[in-house]
């Protein structure tokens, strides 16, 4: 079900055009986090800096792995709201919610003939991997486990659904579903990751 502030039109109903332009902004994500990174990377270390010297200030010693890590998080936690927020969707006909679990998706990915590994839905998965990955290891790889991460990436999509609709752009529930998709892959290679590594000293001090 789509509620939209104007007429309400279906969104299923897409020219060729559209599918073209759909595949396009899919692309766009990739090249816009490739051109963005170095800058985002900058701006990451200014932004840990001060938390940096804190730190040091307070005696609180931490493995360089997991500065690295920290300023990793960062980093993508940037590139991620720079993305969603300077290309996300928006209707044609004003603000739109979907509210239709996976309906559209599969509409667009069989009835248009569009495969399911092109789709908007698979990039919204791989956009929350690094997040449902770094969460544990940068939090708690102990404490921070699979529920905490769910509910994490659950808590943050929902945000930025929210926000994508209060700006009159498109809420959808599949993003929402992809993006928690998407942190529990990443914490699963996290717990695989995590289980290969846990003898390695390097790796318990991080």
């Known amino acids: 079900m789509i509620v939209g502030q104007a ?9 060729a055009y559209d599918i073209i332009q759909m595949r396009r902004f899919g692309m766009s994500h990739i090249m816009t986090a490739i051109y963005l990174l170095p800058l985002a990377l900058l701006i990451s270390m200014v932004v ?19 500065h ?7 980093c993508y936690m940037i590139v991620l709201f720079l993305i969603v927020f300077s290309g996300g969707r928006t209707a044609a006909y004003g603000r739109a ?6 309906k559209e998706t599969l509409f667009y990915t069989y009835a248009y003939g569009e495969k399911l590994v092109n789709s908007q839905f ?6 929350f991997v690094p997040l449902g990955f770094l969460l544990p290891l940068v939090i708690n790889k102990k404490s921070f486990g699979f ?7 659950l808590g943050i999509t929902l945000t930025i659904e929210f926000i994508q609709y209060i ?15 998407g942190g529990i892959v990443g914490f699963c290679i996290f717990a695989i990751v995590d289980a290969l590594l846990k003898k390695l000293r390097l790796y318990r001090s991080v």
Do not use: E, H, W
């Not at 840990?48 to 997991?66: A, G, H, M, Q, S």
């Open 68 to 74: 690295a890590l920290k300023i990793c998080s960062i």
């Open 167 to 181: 700006i009159g752009r498109v809420a959808d529930i599949d993003d929402v579903i992809a993006n928690t998709l």
């Open 97 to 102: 919610l979907n509210i239709s679990p996976l």
């Open 147 to 153: 529920i905490a991460t769910l509910f994490s990436c």
């Open 7 to 15: 007429t309400q039109q279906p969104i299923l109903d897409l020219s």
């Open 122 to 127: 698979m990039l919204n998965i791989f956009m």
């Open 48 to 66: 840990y800096l001060p938390i940096f010297f804190v730190l040091r200030k307070k005696r609180i010693l931490c493995n360089p792995l997991r």
